[in-house]
């Protein structure tokens, strides 16, 4: 008795852990692609392949960085508009002052830094409402966007090899972007920070019991403005690889971005409440909103039906996020 007492605890353990979630988005990926396979031919062309996980790297990267401050039970509106933000000043930086883009990237990463620490300081030690705090940063990283390159873009066609960054490929023979390479490469490093180091650990502890972290001694405001700081990091790599892809930085471009970044986060398996999250899980997410803005595209659907589609994602994967809240 007691044995199977303990075998369906275990079961409603593992039902109601984030591993059962990322099992459900990679089966709900294959079904997706199984799909819109059948539903056009052209779907899983080499060149469609290559442009889904093109696609996917911006949305992936800011996903990445975000799926960070959702753990530790709070949201990020910003990334949007600070991807957009960091974009500008590389332009800026390379473009108008003329640095070199090595410097110019780099100035990039550190304005996205940058954002993350003043959404972090207001809230961790402002004390504002992450919702509030971000929405307010958003609003502030758009504007600043399109004042400080007059509202008219940036472009870095005079910019040897800054393309590349993105479109070019450091492996011979395969036409991979490096832009794909870069996403990897950003799970790889959010992985370990989150699974291998202080960091990590700080980050489930906040989430799951703020105050008992607390209590335990450890400096939570510091610690969360930490973590809103290198997701400030992702935000920057996400913008240097949108301009690159562009070739340019667009100011009025990043307003919905940070909604498909959520739902990436949220359908691989990180709760909404915090204490719970996996990157692996996110990229899955962020897999499954290209795929499905893809297939749409690619099977002629309207664009407003595509945002209706991607709006209706959103409220499923938070929905299912409620019900497992619920029952566990």
Not at 146 to 168: C, H, K, Q, R, T
Not at 211 to 226: C, D, H, P, Q
Not at 312 to 317: H, T
Request: with cysteine.
């Amino acid at each position: 008795m007691a044995a199977t007492t303990a075998n369906n605890n275990k079961q409603k353990s593992f039902a109601n852990s984030g591993a059962l979630q990322q099992i459900l988005a990679f089966a709900s990926l294959i079904v997706l692609i199984i799909f819109f396979s059948i539903a056009s031919e052209n779907f899983l062309s080499w060149s469609n392949i290559e442009g889904i996980l093109l696609s996917t790297t911006v949305i992936g990267i800011l996903a990445l960085g975000t799926t960070f401050v959702i753990i530790t039970g709070g949201i990020d509106l910003s990334i949007g508009t600070g991807m957009t933000l960091t974009s500008v000043m590389t332009g800026v930086f390379i473009v108008y002052l003329g640095l070199p883009v090595s410097v110019g990237i780099l100035g990039g990463i550190l304005t996205g830094a940058l954002i993350g620490f003043i959404a972090g300081f207001s809230v961790s030690m402002l004390r504002i409402p992450p919702f509030i705090a971000t929405l307010a940063m958003m609003m502030i990283a758009e504007g600043l966007s399109l004042v400080i390159s007059g509202a008219s873009p940036i472009y870095f066609s005079d910019v040897e090899g800054f393309n590349n960054i993105a479109l070019g490929s450091v492996i011979p023979g395969i036409s991979i972007p490096n832009a794909v390479l870069i996403f990897f490469l950003m799970v790889i490093i959010g992985w370990i920070l989150l699974s291998k180091t202080i960091v990590g650990r700080y980050t489930f502890a906040i989430g799951s019991n703020e105050e008992a972290t607390r209590l335990s001694g450890i400096n939570v405001k510091k610690w969360k403005m930490i973590i809103y700081t290198i997701a400030g990091c992702f935000t920057g790599v996400a913008g240097v690889i949108m301009a690159s892809r562009l070739n340019s930085a667009q100011p009025a471009l990043g307003m919905g971005y940070e909604l498909e970044a959520i739902a990436a986060v949220v359908i691989g398996g990180t709760s909404l409440s915090g204490g719970k999250g996996s990157l692996i899980g996110t990229m899955i997410g962020a897999l499954i909103m290209s795929v499905l803005t893809n297939g749409l595209r690619i099977m002629s659907i309207p664009q407003e039906w595509q945002t209706v589609v991607i709006g209706f994602v959103i409220l499923l994967a938070v929905y299912f996020d409620m019900l497992r809240k619920k029952n566990e």
